[in-house]
């Protein structure tokens, strides 16, 4: 059977059976030798996909003397006690549906784009076809299915699609789907000859084709090449967009080339060419993961005196570099003014200013940033409570610490095994030994397994303390866990 013998409704091999379907108030008829491949493909693809379209598979009438005598006069017999079901409802079953020519042409093209793709002879596999004309529909839904995956060969197709017929006019979208793949498999020059090509046919070249041109050289560290790219854009007619510049801009930043980058900044200036978040936040990105925090910093105080907020993916980035070089104050005076120009923090804004203000010894910092983050309607998890229990513990606020533990349990947040071990090591650093066993107890009964040092430092410093008895049953607790 045929390939695409289902997709035009055929349910066997085909001995004599016809397809018909209607356009309109037109029926075609459908025969039976063309569900080879094919003319399978020559008929859908002189079909345009339609909507509502259906294929009505005709049924084969065979020609046959009449029944049998048994069956002739036992018919009526047979037949009677059914008589009466003639007129109920039909059965809520679903009806075979039939493939519509929609779905004929997408087959094709998928097959189609499977030749390109795993053919190596491709050309000679498509002339065996016989396929009629291509239409730039077709050739662009094959590019777009075969091109990114397999770019070289996808060329190929494109070169067929244009020498098999003279009547076949390429329209810069099928140029557009063969420039992006090459490009981001770094097929160069293939890829400024369908540029050449594309121009010598006077179609445009989009800013967003070559801004990922830009983009792709950038990725394979080719910042000269993207320079050039750039400077040639006005041999294009392609005016130079802010997403342009900052295809550019994140070029040089990713080979660290940031004196080039002040100089594209000033040149936009310049030309007046508005920057964009994507703008500073990829100038935000490369100089905190180069190390450049002042001119991360002044990049953001600029941004925000301008109203214009960087996202909060590169806020927070900013943000973790500039707290692990201590300067927290800067950090939470930075959230409170982004805060009120708009920008949304999330949790994991929170997750690095609360342990770094806490580490410090900034509790009522601390907690502040705290209650804002459940206000803002985060979620806290364990490290947040445990950051502040920390700097409670270190502060000798021990009463406070054990009260916000309770809260966190309370509050349904039940603490895991990281928790209960710090809680248990400031206790012991604390001299709150009697705490310390009580919370070994409780993570047992939690079935959350201690860490051998936590019981060794608690058993010592009870029997350090007088608790003889009370270290005898930790000791005993921990044999019953461990076994031994």
């Known amino acids: 059977m045929s390939t695409y013998g289902s997709a035009f409704g055929s349910h066997g091999p085909s001995h004599g059976l016809s397809t018909r379907t209607r356009f309109g108030s037109d029926v075609v008829v459908v ?136 009547s076949y006019r390429p329209s810069a979208a099928e140029f557009d789907a063969l420039i992006l793949p090459l490009a981001r498999h770094r097929h160069w020059s293939q890829m400024w000859s369908v540029a050449a090509d594309m121009r010598s046919l006077s179609l445009p070249l989009l ?44 070029a040089l930043c990713r080979v660290g080339n940031f004196h080039g980058a002040y100089a594209l900044i000033r040149r936009m200036a310049r030309k007046q060419v508005p920057p964009d978040r994507q703008t500073f936040s990829t100038l935000v990105d490369a100089w905190c993961a180069a190390g450049y925090l002042e001119a991360a910093k002044e990049m953001v105080r600029r941004m925000t005196k301008e109203g214009v907020l960087p996202d909060v993916t590169t806020f927070n980035s900013l943000l973790e570099a500039v707290c692990k070089s201590g300067e927290t104050d800067f950090c ?23 342990p770094a203000v806490s580490k410090l010894g900034k509790i009522e910092e601390a907690f502040r940033l705290f209650y804002c983050a459940v206000e803002d309607g985060n979620k806290p998890f364990p490290s947040l409570y445990a950051a502040i229990i920390k700097a409670l513990c270190r502060a000798g606020r021990f009463s406070d610490a054990f009260g916000l533990f309770k809260d966190m349990k309370v509050k349904g947040h039940p603490p895991n095994r990281p928790v209960y071990t710090m809680l248990v ?51 005993q607790l921990e044999v019953s866990i461990r076994g031994y």
């Not at 039939?98 to 093209?109: M, R, W």
């Not at 016989?130 to 075969?146: E, F, N």
């Not at 070559?210 to 005016?239: E, H, M, T, W």
């Not at 993570?443 to 430092?457: A, I, K, N």
Request: proline fraction near 11%.
């Open 31 to 166: 025969p039976s030798y063309c569900l080879d491949l094919g003319r399978a493909l020559h008929f859908c693809l002189l079909t345009p996909p339609r909507p509502m379209l259906r294929f009505v598979p005709v049924p084969l009438i065979r020609r046959r003397s009449s029944p049998p005598p048994f069956i002739r006069h036992h018919l009526p017999l047979l037949l009677s006690p059914l008589r009466h079901l003639d007129t109920l409802a039909p059965p809520a079953l679903p009806l075979p549906r039939h493939p519509s020519a929609k779905d004929a042409y997408f087959a094709v093209v998928h097959h189609i784009a499977g030749i390109v793709r795993r053919d190596f002879y491709l050309e000679r596999t498509l002339g065996r076809l016989r396929l009629p004309p291509p239409t730039p529909d077709l050739v662009l839904r094959v590019l777009r299915a075969a091109a990114p995956s397999a770019p070289l060969p996808a060329l190929r197709f494109f070169a067929w699609a244009r020498r098999s017929s003279a």
């Open 332 to 354: 939470v005076g930075l959230l409170q003014d982004a805060s009120e120009l708009g920008l949304c923090p999330d949790i994991s804004t929170y997750k690095i200013l609360i």
């Open 207 to 250: 800013p967003s084709t070559f801004a990922s041109v830009i983009d792709a050289y950038g990725q394979a560290a080719l910042a000269d090449l993207a320079v050039d790219v750039f400077n040639r854009l006005p041999k294009f007619d392609c005016p130079q967009t802010t997403a342009i510049y900052n295809a550019l801009l994140s």
């Open 425 to 475: 090591k400031m206790c012991v650093r604390g001299g709150r030994f009697v705490e310390a066993a009580n919370y070994l107890v409780e993570m047992t009964e939690m079935g959350l397994v201690p860490m051998p040092q936590s019981f060794d430092s608690v058993v010592d410093g009870l029997k350090h303390r007088g608790k003889h008895e009370l270290a005898k049953r930790m000791e």
